[in-house]
C-alpha cells in the first residue's frame, strides 16, 4: 500500500509556522509523505500544489483568523478542479462557534489546541478516501 500523501499549508497572512512542522514531522514519522508549502500561501497556491503533488490530505493551519474564508475557498477551488476527494482538514486557534460552519463547508475536521498527533493521525487514516 502506498503511503499517505498529506499537503502541510499555512494560508493567509500568518507568519508563524512552528505548530505546522511539528504536525508535518510527526505524520512523516507515522509513515506519511509529506509536502510543506511553507508561510503565506493563497487558495490557488494550496490546491495547485495539491493537484501537482497527488496528495491524498490537506491538512492547513491558521493562526490569523482568516479561516471562514480561507478554509472554504481550498475547498472551492478543489470541487472547480474535479479533486474534491481530497480529504481536508485544518486547525490553529479557531472558536468553537466557527467550527460547525466549516465542516459543513468541507473541512473534514478542525484541530484546536489541545488535540495529540495520535489524534490527527488516526483521523487521517480513519477518514482518507482511497
Given at each position: 500500500?502506498?503511503?499517505?500523501?498529506?499537503?502541510?499549508?499555512?494560508?493567509?497572512?500568518?507568519?508563524?509556522?512552528?505548530?505546522?512542522?511539528?504536525?508535518?514531522?510527526?505524520?512523516?514519522?507515522a509513515g506519511m509523505e509529506v509536502i510543506y508549502t511553507g508561510l503565506r500561501q493563497t487558495p490557488e497556491q494550496i490546491v495547485a500544489a495539491a493537484v501537482q503533488e497527488d496528495v491524498d490530505v490537506i491538512g492547513m493551519s491558521l493562526l490569523s483568523g482568516a479561516?471562514?474564508?480561507?478554509?472554504p475557498r481550498v475547498v472551492e477551488l478543489l470541487k472547480e478542479q474535479d479533486a474534491d476527494d481530497i480529504l481536508i482538514v485544518g486547525g490553529g486557534v479557531i472558536p468553537d462557534d466557527d467550527i460547525p460552519a466549516l465542516k459543513e463547508a468541507g473541512i473534514a475536521e478542525i484541530f484546536t489546541p489541545g488535540t495529540t498527533t495520535t489524534q490527527m493521525i488516526e483521523f487521517i487514516k480513519t477518514n482518507i478516501k482511497q
Amino acid at each position: 500500500m502506498k503511503p499517505i500523501r498529506v499537503l502541510i499549508a499555512k494560508p493567509g497572512l500568518d507568519g508563524h509556522d512552528r505548530g505546522a512542522k511539528l504536525i508535518a514531522r510527526a505524520l512523516r514519522d507515522a509513515g506519511m509523505e509529506v509536502i510543506y508549502t511553507g508561510l503565506r500561501q493563497t487558495p490557488e497556491q494550496i490546491v495547485a500544489a495539491a493537484v501537482q503533488e497527488d496528495v491524498d490530505v490537506i491538512g492547513m493551519s491558521l493562526l490569523s483568523g482568516a479561516h471562514n474564508y480561507l478554509f472554504p475557498r481550498v475547498v472551492e477551488l478543489l470541487k472547480e478542479q474535479d479533486a474534491d476527494d481530497i480529504l481536508i482538514v485544518g486547525g490553529g486557534v479557531i472558536p468553537d462557534d466557527d467550527i460547525p460552519a466549516l465542516k459543513e463547508a468541507g473541512i473534514a475536521e478542525i484541530f484546536t489546541p489541545g488535540t495529540t498527533t495520535t489524534q490527527m493521525i488516526e483521523f487521517i487514516k480513519t477518514n482518507i478516501k482511497q
